[in-house]
């Protein structure tokens, strides 16, 4: 069973980073272009980030300069570095590949 799994998600202050982690099983992972999606309250999901298998990356507007997206192919594992977070941030963050999607991790960032 293919399955993403999120974490790395919490509280921070404006100003402040976060790191967050997703780990594919299900043999998918090294062949797939990886993306962190994200979804505030009473908004749509949006693409943030997403990065190839070859390692090609590209960003949301709103996040170029701030975030950085990057993958270890060893354990089966994409991650979202995420620099001078803002309130705006603040959102459920999602991994994806082709139609699957993980559980999601919370992100609050405090003014």
């Known amino acids: 069973q293919v399955q993403l799994v999120e974490s790395g998600g919490g509280l921070v202050q404006a100003g402040g980073s976060l790191r967050l982690s997703c780990t594919a099983s299900?043999?998918?992972?090294?062949?797939?272009?990886m993306n962190w999606y994200r979804q505030a309250p009473g908004k749509p999901r949006d693409l943030v980030a997403t990065?190839?298998?070859?390692?090609?990356?590209n960003y949301a507007d709103s996040v170029k300069g701030r975030f950085t997206i990057s993958r270890d192919n060893a354990k089966n594992t994409v991650y979202l570095q995420m620099n001078s977070l803002k309130p705006e941030d603040t959102a459920v963050y999602y991994c994806?590949?082709?139609?699957?999607w993980g559980q999601g991790t919370q992100v609050t960032v405090s003014s």
């Open positions: 990065i190839t298998s070859g390692a090609n990356t």
């Open positions: 994806n590949t082709l139609l699957i």
């Open positions: 299900g043999g998918i992972y090294n062949r797939n272009t």
